[in-house]
């Protein structure tokens, strides 16, 4: 996506915790989100963030430092169905999402 | 009950053909879109229908039309089709559009131009 940078891949093992960072430029921001993708499958919102801060959903958390343009989603207690493509998307004010290119997160046994 | 419906799943045509995708949604949201995703998962806005009104037409050739019958449906018509039209493209839907960012997604359609 337009200035939108996101790790491509990421490898953890069941159980443990992952942070995937995302950093992005644009004008008019309106929120960052978060949406989960397995292969073959069409994206699943997780999360969004509109203010500064941690904003925790169950195992996902979602951080946003709008100053920094900076975000992350962390994934805590890892399990073999959290294998997918994570994709950080930035809501602007023309009521467009971007969407950054996705990380793989891959977990092992 | 499915919620963002595509069809077909999957579209195979060759090069110069004319083929449509429906989309349909039974979440009763005002807000539909088109978004394209390539080999490189990079995931683009096409279009954007509010109440079968064009809201969002991105750098798209005028090959892609699109058709809001009823704010329920979204459809994509892609004339001469073109190798690098060679993508998934998947419809999405939202309450309104000023709750555009949590979009609900169809399955995609995966369509082949050989």
């Known amino acids: 996506g337009q200035n939108i940078d996101q790790p491509t891949e990421m490898t953890a093992t069941e159980g443990a915790i992952v942070q995937i960072n995302c950093t992005y430029q644009t004008s008019g921001f309106n929120g960052l989100f978060w949406y989960q993708q397995h292969a073959g499958e069409a994206p699943t919102f997780l999360s969004y963030n509109v203010l500064d801060g941690l904003e925790e959903k169950g195992r996902f958390s979602s951080f946003l430092s709008r100053s920094k343009g900076y975000s992350y989603l962390l994934l805590k207690e890892l399990q073999m169905k959290d294998s997918a493509s994570y994709l950080c998307?930035?809501?602007?004010?023309?009521?467009?999402?971007?969407f950054g290119a996705g990380t793989t997160v891959t977990v092992r046994a | 009950d499915t919620a963002v419906s595509q069809t077909p799943k999957y579209l195979v045509t060759q090069m110069g053909n004319d083929k449509s995708i429906k989309c349909e949604q039974n979440?009763?949201?005002?807000?539909m879109y088109w978004y394209k995703q390539d080999s490189k998962k990079f995931l683009k806005i096409m279009f954007s229908y509010n109440n079968k009104e064009l809201i969002i037409n991105e750098t798209v050739p005028n090959r892609f039309s699109p058709k809001s019958p009823d704010k329920a449906h979204l459809n994509l018509h892609i004339n001469s089709l073109e190798l690098g039209d060679s993508a998934v493209y998947f419809c999405?839907?939202?309450?309104?559009?000023?709750?555009?960012?949590?979009?609900?997604f169809g399955p995609g359609t995966r369509l082949t131009v050989t």
């Open positions: 999405a839907s939202s309450p309104s559009l000023m709750s555009s960012y949590e979009q609900y």
């Open positions: 979440l009763g949201h005002d807000t």
């Open positions: 998307a930035v809501g602007k004010s023309d009521y467009k999402l971007s």
